[in-house]
Structure formats: C-alpha cells, structure tokens
Nanobody, 123 residues
Framework: QVQLVESGGGLVQAGGSLRLSCAAS????????MGWFRQAPGKDREFVAG????????YYADSVKDRCTISRDNDKNTLYLQMNSLKSEDTAVYYC????????????????WGQGTQATVSS
C-alpha cells in the first residue's frame, strides 16, 4: 500500500507559479504510474498530468500543456508538478494519485490517492 501526501499549494496571483510535491511512502515508488488530478468547486475531478512507470513518458491535459511540467524523483519517492503562468481557472484542489504497474492514466486505473492540496489563483 502507498500513502501519498501533497504539499506546495497556496495563494498566488495570475501569471505566477507553484510547485506541487507529492511524497509517497514505501520502497517501490518506481513501479507506480503517477498522476496529478484537480477538482474545482462544482466541477468533476479532471486529469492534469501523468507520468508512466516505464519510460517516464509524460502526458498533459490540453488546458495545462506548455504551462506545466510533471516530474518524479524515484530516489526521494516524490512526484512534482511545476505550474507556470497560472490562471484563475487553475484554482482547484490538486490530488496526487498512484497506479500500480499500469500504463493507463484514466482515473479508474489509479489505486491510491492523496488528500489534496489547495491552489488558488487570484486575478
């Protein structure tokens, strides 16, 4: 079992940046496909970015492509999401998720979820 703890959220002005982190427990972090999802008030949870456990290939939602970078440090059991040029529509709770040895980024593929970290972008 994996426990995920997000951090790095906060209040930032439009155009600013945030770096989210997700610390994972356990010793087998490198076997998990990892993802970032977000949920804004009154909206469904949506995919933001993901990185596969084989090859470290990254995928992004169109809404954040060119503004966000997902990365992982397997030695530190940590996942990151660097978000730049933030917009008010990026305001949401951001969740980290882990999928055990899966090559899918759909929400149903993820086995473990963190509690989320709030990111608020003021215009």
């Amino acid at each position: 079992q994996v426990q995920l703890v997000e951090s790095g959220g906060g209040l930032v002005q439009a155009g600013g940046s945030l770096r989210l982190s997700c610390a994972a427990s356990g010793r087998t972090f490198d076997r998990y496909t990892m993802g970032w999802f977000r949920q804004a008030p009154g909206k469904d949870r949506e995919f933001v970015a993901g990185i596969l456990w084989i090859g470290d290939r990254a995928y992004y939602a169109d809404s954040v492509k060119d503004r966000c970078t997902i990365s992982r440090d397997n030695d530190k059991n940590t996942l990151y999401l660097q978000m730049n040029s933030l917009k008010s529509e990026d305001t949401a709770v951001y969740y980290c998720a882990a999928a055990d040895q899966k090559m899918s980024l759909i929400p149903a593929a993820f086995d473990y979820w963190g509690q989320g970290t709030q990111a608020t972008v003021s215009s």
